[in-house]
């Protein structure tokens, strides 16, 4: 099944679940696109066309496609061609079934990064997780790639850990805040 749209603003504490194959998404007059600065449920659906597709800074992006996020719009979530704009301050949150990539898409500095997948995610790009990184189910594995937790001893990350677990090269600053997470 497949959704023509030409605009749309997903504001602050709203929440859509994209349940399509395909969500195509065209500029008219050289305008439109989707800015999400609520909660955006992708699963696997593909959101394609001309349109651009903005994340706003209280934004919670949810990637369930096993390519992650690809710069080049090739393949993952969103494969749109229009102008792309991924806030470093949103939550992207990785919640696919099968294994999961991060692509190399996102922002290499992200405030906060959420795991939930079974399957695990690995990273496609370096990265550094400045506020929180939770890990709720599945392993983050770096893969070739570098995996930076905070960026001083005064910025620290939070790891939060339910089920899940990280897998090679971990970069983790420490001071006052997570000094105790050492034992």
């Given amino acids: 099944n497949e959704e023509l749209l030409n605009n749309l603003l997903l504001e602050e504490g709203a929440e859509l679940v994209v349940d399509a194959n395909t969500l195509t998404i065209s500029k008219v007059a050289d305008k439109g696109g989707i800015i999400c600065n609520g909660k955006l449920i992708l699963g696997t659906a593909i959101l394609e066309g001309n349109g651009d597709f903005v994340v706003g800074d209280k934004a919670t992006l949810m990637i369930g496609s096993d390519a992650g996020i690809d710069k080049k719009s090739l393949q993952g ?18 919640n696919g079934t099968v294994k999961q990539h991060t692509g190399n898409g996102l922002p290499a500095v992200l405030k906060n990064l959420v795991i939930d997948n079974p399957s695990g995610v690995e990273l496609d790009q370096n990265m550094q997780v400045q506020q929180q990184i939770t890990l709720l189910e599945g392993v983050l594995q770096t893969g070739n790639y570098t995996l930076t937790l905070g960026s001083s001893t005064s910025n620290i990350c939070q790891l939060n850990s339910d ?3 990280l897998s090679g090269n971990i970069k983790i600053w420490f001071g006052q805040g997570n000094f105790d997470k050492l034992n």
């Fill in 77 to 94: 979530n969103i494969q749109l061609t229009g102008k792309k704009d991924f806030s470093k301050e949103a939550v992207y949150h990785f």
């Fill in 163 to 165: 089920k899940g677990a």
